[in-house]
T-cell receptor, first 117, second 109 residues
Framework: DTGVSQNPRHKITKRGQNVTFRCDPI?????LYWYRQTLGQGPEFLTY????????KSRLLSDRFSAERPKGSFSTLEIQRTEQGDSAMYLC???FGQGFSSNYGYTFGSGTRLTVV | DAKTTQPPSMDCAEGRAANLPCNHS???????VYWYRQIHSQGPQYIIH???NNETNEMASLIITEDRKSSTLILPHATLRDTAVYYC??????????FGTGTRLQVTL
């Protein structure tokens, strides 16, 4: 297993266009997370899946954002009608856990850097 | 999740121990202390975590005070490759990690 894979690594898009990012987690991990990171800041939580169920969404995740994990494996994050403020690094992470707490560290991917022009 | 406080930056000479402090005075009994680091242009990397006992792995040691209100991450022999932003996170849930701005550690020759 090569870890958490994110594609594409870089995406430049024009304002108003839709973009979709993909995350392939570590195969035995049942939990998957999306984060967003802007320059000089720590990553900010966006949403979290356990298997195929989306269990939590941040208020940062506006109606233009949607995430799916259809078969409990890979996940996609779509941003509709992109705005310049959406420019950021989008990070995916996965972990294995049971119950209400995770005793295992998260493994992050290298991220997708989005630039909206 | 409990709020954490870290110094914005620290320097360490290569080969010396790097001791990175973190205050988490409002930590609850079921919350863990996690440490991650982020090297430029990469995703965060898990280092270590603990509940109340000190922990050690191949990367680092984690010392948690008896009252659990603060902790220290120790990199025993820092190298240039340890230059990164180090995040201390306290959480009791599986759903998310709340990152602050971390400590920027600069390891120098």
């Amino acid at each position: 297993d090569t870890g958490v894979s994110q594609n594409p690594r870089h995406k430049i898009t024009k304002r108003g266009q839709n973009v979709t990012f993909r995350c392939d987690p570590i195969s035995e991990h049942n939990r998957l997370y999306w984060y967003r990171q802007t320059l000089g800041q720590g990553p900010e939580f966006l949403t979290y899946f356990q298997n195929e169920a989306q269990l939590e969404k941040s208020r940062l995740l506006s109606d233009r954002f949607s995430a799916e994990r259809p078969k409990g494996s890979f996940s996609t994050l779509e941003i509709q009608r992109t705005e310049q403020g959406d420019s950021a690094m989008y990070l995916c992470a996965s972990s294995f856990g049971q119950g209400f707490s995770s005793n295992y560290g998260y493994t992050f991917g290298s991220g997708t850097r989005l630039t909206v022009v | 999740d409990a709020k954490t406080t870290q110094p914005p930056s620290m320097d360490c000479a290569e080969g010396r121990a790097a001791n990175l402090p973190c205050n988490h005075s409002t930590i609850s009994g079921n919350e863990y202390v996690y440490w991650y680091r982020q090297i430029h242009s990469q995703g965060p990397q898990y280092i270590i975590h603990g509940l109340k006992n000190n922990e050690t792995n191949e990367m680092a040691s984690l010392i948690i005070t008896e009252d659990r209100k603060s902790s220290t991450l120790i990199l025993p022999h820092a190298t240039l490759r340890d230059t990164a932003v180090y995040y201390c996170i306290v959480t009791g849930t599986a759903s998310k990690l709340t990152f602050g701005t971390g400590t920027r550690l600069q390891v120098t020759l």
